[in-house]
């Protein structure tokens, strides 16, 4: 028989466009004392596994699950990194508890993206070293050509795009632990830096510091803590083409994939119909729209219009990014994705203060990896 798994615990600090007065050691030790605190759980005593979201060219350290077993209160422990994007952590706990192993884990993801001195040549470290990296090309030229081939393909413009940002860092000023929170119209996007047409500076999620570590339980053990679980009823993660020459410039196939076996998994045939909330990934405006339409959120095409009526605001029929997404939280790396999950549980416990959004049971958080990469992964939760 299936395992039925929980979140029981969650804690989160930062989400600071500048840290200078903490490491990310400190952080990651903020955010696990609150999330054993909600979890009423002793990592010492009753967590059993950890796993650390990292990629090592970022931490500039090596092995980097070697440092984090004293934050997280994991010493002589199993821990384990994830060089992936932040619910790949996430689901890697969960698979974890679903072999029967284990019945408490803890995943735990962070950014320090203030320290890092030179983000887009690590990011250009990503591309492919024989044909791309020596074309020396700054990596968001790639996201300004899939946003041209997106918006052509759809009929998308620019303003709906523009839209995304203003509602997300309009819904930012709700979250009181947003970075980026702003009141701004589409002619202050429409106006703002080109960076690579036609993604201009404002269509970018600018980086935060901070931390999200999440506890995760069996049916047996939730149900012994916790008062209000939150239910894993779906996953699904996928990887599309890490070639720039062979991958689907319009839309994202990563995303289809990973959606529909989440779906498959929870028994969600209508997304739109069944979904209360999707907090997904917005690392650029038009991912949003583009994010939307492969999720079965909409049809192709759809996600500018249904945004330019309101229906993704947080009164909106199927309200999208309530947190403020990247763009208004500010984008932290690979612990993005455990962003949007943590939105998701907030709302589905009924705790997510201004930005509240009524009678909410089930949502979906989605997270993609970020450039140059097509990898995503999904998680559906439910009340």
């Known amino acids: 028989m299936s395992r039925e798994v929980a979140i029981i615990g969650v804690g989160y600090s930062g989400f600071r466009a500048l840290t200078p007065d903490v490491s990310y050691k400190e952080l990651m030790y903020e955010a696990a004392v609150k999330a054993y605190d909600d979890a009423g759980v002793d990592p010492r005593r009753d967590i059993e596994s950890f796993v650390t979201v990292a990629e090592d060219f970022t931490e500039g350290t090596s092995i ?3 440092y984090v077993p004293d934050q997280l209160g994991a010493a002589l422990k199993p821990v384990h990194t994830i060089s992936g994007e932040g619910l790949h952590g996430f689901i890697a706990a969960y698979l974890q508890i679903l072999t029967g192993a284990m019945d408490i884990v803890a995943v735990e993801g962070h950014s320090k993206a203030s320290n890092i001195l030179t983000p887009n040549d690590i990011l250009a470290y990503a591309m492919d070293p024989i044909y791309n990296r020596p074309l020396q090309a700054n990596p968001y030229f790639i996201a300004g050509l899939e946003m041209n081939r997106y918006l052509c393909e759809t009929g998308t413009t620019r303003e709906q795009c523009a839209l995304v940002v203003a509602k997300n860092k309009h819904n930012a000023l709700y979250n009181p632990t947003a970075a980026y929170g702003a009141n701004i119209g589409v002619e202050d996007v429409l106006q703002s830096e080109m960076v690579s047409y036609p993604l201009s500076r404002m269509d970018m999620s600018l980086h935060a510091d901070g931390a999200i570590v999440m506890v995760l339980a069996s049916r047996e053990r939730a149900e ?7 239910w894993i009823t779906g996953v699904g993660w996928c990887n599309d083409s890490f070639s720039l020459e062979t991958r689907d410039w319009s839309g994202a196939i990563y995303a289809a994939k990973a959606g529909e076996m989440a779906y ?3 028994g969600i045939r209508s997304p739109w119909q069944e979904l209360d909330l999707a907090e997904i990934d917005d690392t650029f405006s038009y991912k949003e729209l583009q ?6 959120l909409c049809r192709p095409g759809e996600a500018g219009p249904l945004t330019e009526d309101g229906a993704t605001e947080l009164g909106g029929e199927l309200p999208v990014n309530p947190s403020g997404g990247s763009l208004g939280v500010g984008h932290l790396l690979d612990a993005s994705g455990l962003a949007r999950l943590l939105e998701v549980v907030l709302q ?15 949502g979906l958080a989605f997270g993609w990896r970020g450039l140059p990469t097509t990898s995503g992964a999904a998680v559906i939760l439910n009340n």
């Open 291 to 296: 994010h939307m339409e492969a999720l079965r």
């Open 264 to 266: 498959r998994m929870a």
């Open 224 to 230: 012994e803590l916790s008062d209000s679980p939150i």
């Open 348 to 362: 589905l416990r009924g705790e997510a203060g201004q930005r509240q959004l009524p009678d909410v049971e089930t």
């Open 64 to 66: 980097f699950d070697e």
